[in-house]
């Protein structure tokens, strides 16, 4: 994992929040290349789960969110986790991730046979929601100025379904999609970007009778399975836990956790949950608003159940750098070690597509050619011009950020050109 992060550091992928002010803790901001990664995958995960298909329409909410909307789904009441501090080195825990009692900083220098461990409080519910007042005039107690940061991005999906329904002439089943950030005041962001408490989620609402909720969690779950082996996530290095009933949310029939092997442990990518008919009829409840679905073949009328698939953005990055990484061990018998660092993306999500690379800087002729075939290249990708350097380092320089093509401009291709046209 180190070298994963010295590497995203080094090469522009991902940088600490406020690093020159000694870090914001959970929070990340991506560099050039890192931005591009994240793009392509977004931009991916949006063509193949709405532009391709029939059923699903996108739509992008606002972050900022109504506190009715989070009082209605359980989220201002229960949207919590339990947690524990040390009464001796004061650190916070959440009590739910601890194996064992942690070893306590401040008993480091004990001697040996006395207690090193943590002296933990009894747990206790932390809201895990970034609360915000709204307006200039928001005094301090005025209830109806208060605003949260989306712990989700699902519940602006729910309290759009009749808007999306009405407007787009879907009719059930159907989806609803977005990528956008959520926000949670994670107790322990770690993990470098797995844990964070800014981040983005890519889900789907996807609407349906009741009788078909079981059959499309299965369905979806699959469809998942595909997506991440398209992005260069073997299907081998994904567990699938069935999670079992104590362990679900009280309102969910069914839930798959896909997990990946990343090198800190076998953690979760994302969540297919069988929601049940929970999220509208709470917001029918609470809005007074019919948000009941009249199917007018068979004259039937019902709260539509949800199936959501919810895959955190940044973790599939993440995973995606984790299986991109690559080393090359080039050292020739008895000569100096040499190890070559490689990302291997899948070409639909690598930051960039092809580079062009003129083999002397010193040629015209040459240079000029690989600015004509490098403004060729660029409306349609990501292209990276280099010049500089000998062409094995600048082949180097493209291994270590993951570029699946290269145009190498020599005097031999005009030559060879000619002949084949
Ligand atoms: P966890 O158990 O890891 O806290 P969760 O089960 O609470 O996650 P969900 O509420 O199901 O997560 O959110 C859906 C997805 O959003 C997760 O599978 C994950 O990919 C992503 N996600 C959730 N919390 C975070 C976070 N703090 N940082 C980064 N991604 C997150």
Not at 98 to 117: H, M, R, S
Not at 273 to 294: I, M, N, Q, V, W
Request: aromatic share 10%; hydrophobic share 35%.
């Amino acid at each position: 994992m180190e070298k994963i992060v010295s590497l995203c550091k080094s090469k522009g992928f991902i940088f600490q929040s406020g690093e020159l002010y000694g870090g914001l803790n959970g929070c990340w901001d991506y560099g050039p290349l890192g931005a591009e990664l994240k793009r392509n995958l977004k931009e991916y995960w949006w063509r193949k789960n709405v532009q391709e298909r029939d059923d699903i329409v996108g739509m992008d909410g606002s972050i900022l969110t109504h506190q009715a909307v989070l009082t209605a789904s359980g989220h201002v009441g229960g949207f919590s986790d339990p947690m524990v501090d040390c009464k001796v080195c004061k650190k916070r825990y959440r009590a739910d991730q601890l194996e064992e009692t942690p070893l306590c900083e401040k008993k480091a220098q004990l001697p040996k046979g006395e207690d090193k461990t943590c002296e933990l409080t009894e747990p206790k519910e932390f809201n895990l929601m970034f609360q915000t007042k709204m307006g200039a005039s928001a005094d301090d107690d005025d209830p109806n100025a208060i605003a949260y940061l989306r712990p989700e991005t699902a519940q602006t999906i729910f309290v759009q379904y009749k808007n999306v329904l009405d407007s787009s002439r879907q009719k059930i089943p159907f989806g609803i999609a977005q990528i956008g950030k959520a926000f949670r005041n994670e107790i322990n962001p770690r993990n470098y970007t797995f844990r964070s408490r800014e981040f983005e989620q890519m889900e789907i609402e996807y609407f349906c009778h009741p009788d078909d909720g079981m059959r499309l969690t299965d369905e979806w779950l699959e469809n998942r399975l595909q997506f991440y082996s398209e992005i260069g996530i073997p299907r081998e290095k994904l567990h699938i836990l069935d999670v079992p009933a104590d362990d679900r949310a009280h309102y969910s029939k069914k839930t798959y956790d896909i997990e990946y092997e990343f090198p800190f442990g076998i953690q979760e990518l994302e969540g297919v949950a069988y929601r049940t008919d929970y999220d509208l009829t709470k917001h029918r409840d609470h809005s007074g608003r019919p948000l009941e679905y009249f199917n007018p073949e068979t004259k039937e009328r019902f709260i539509p159940h949800v199936v959501e698939p919810s895959a955190g953005c940044d973790r599939t990055l993440l995973a995606v750098l984790c299986e991109a990484y690559d080393e090359e061990d080039l050292t020739k018998e008895g000569g100096k070690t040499d190890i070559r660092k490689v990302m291997r993306f899948k070409p639909c999500i690598a930051p960039i597509k092809v580079a062009v690379l003129p083999l002397l800087k010193n040629k015209p002729e040459l240079v000029a050619k690989a600015k004509e075939v490098k403004a060729l290249l660029q409306p349609h990708m990501n292209v990276y011009y280099d010049e500089a350097a000998a062409i094995g380092r600048r082949y180097r320089r493209q291994d270590e950020v993951g570029t699946p093509l290269r145009v190498a401009i020599t005097e031999l291709l005009p030559w060879l050109l000619a002949r084949i046209v």
